[in-house]
T-cell receptor, first 111, second 114 residues
């Protein structure tokens, strides 16, 4: 069925470490792919998106590339900061009304 | 602040009581969505409005749940005869009518049913 699978958290890193959060999706058609971030006590915010194969979304030092052949959209950042501590959600949408979310991956960054 | 707002932010109720939540979307957005998020999970779709028309309801939305958007602006979500299993964060989102359907989320209403 339609779904999103993310690596389980929590992920704990030291400041300036490299981050990868894996995400794979199962979807019909040609979905748009998203990463949302939820900081403590706040609502979900769109972090980045990619709308077609081989597109790279980027924002605030985060990047993710739409890989249709592997149905993946892994999130990466070269050097994390304490302020990046949050829950990250991978999601997809086919342009309709419903967005399908993964379970989320909690990231802790230590100073 | 012109983002999506939700009220109340927290609601504690006793089992069997009715509760109502409100969502005010971004003013120029004609699409409005309700999601439910339980601890450790991502948001799950509940229902969707385009203007005042409710166009889709998830099977998660039992008969005790009803949502309205009477004038195509704010929306309410009512839960009748609440159960402990209804305890969750209820999220509202809005979007404009566009191909890539970027949804903007409110802060959510956390419901606790005792």
């Amino acid at each position: 069925g339609n779904s999103v699978t993310q690596m389980e958290g929590p992920v704990t890193l030291s400041e300036e470490a490299f981050l990868t959060i894996n995400c794979t999706y199962t979807a019909t058609g040609y979905p748009s792919l998203f990463w949302y971030v939820q900081y403590p006590g706040e609502g979900l915010q769109l972090l980045l998106k990619a709308t077609k194969a081989d597109d790279k979304g980027s924002n605030k030092g985060f990047e993710a590339t739409y890989r249709k052949e592997t149905t993946s959209f892994h999130l990466e950042k070269g050097s994390v900061q304490v302020s990046d501590s949050a829950v990250y959600f991978c999601a997809w949408n086919t342009g309709g009304f419903k967005t399908i979310f993964g379970a989320g991956t909690r990231l802790f960054v230590k100073a | 602040d012109t983002g999506v707002s939700q009220n109340p932010r927290h609601k504690i109720t006793k089992r069997g009581q009715n509760v109502t939540f409100r969502c005010d979307p971004i003013s120029e957005h004609n699409r409005l969505y309700w999601y439910r998020q339980t601890l450790g999970q991502g948001p799950e779709f509940l229902t969707y409005f385009q203007n005042e028309a409710q166009l889709e309801k998830s099977r998660l939305l039992s008969d005790r749940f009803s949502a309205e958007r009477p004038k195509g602006s704010f929306s309410t979500l009512e839960i009748q005869r609440t159960e402990q299993g209804d305890s969750a964060m209820y999220l509202c989102a809005s979007s404009s009518e566009g191909q890539f359907n970027e949804q903007f989320f409110g802060p959510g209403t956390r419901l606790t049913v005792l």
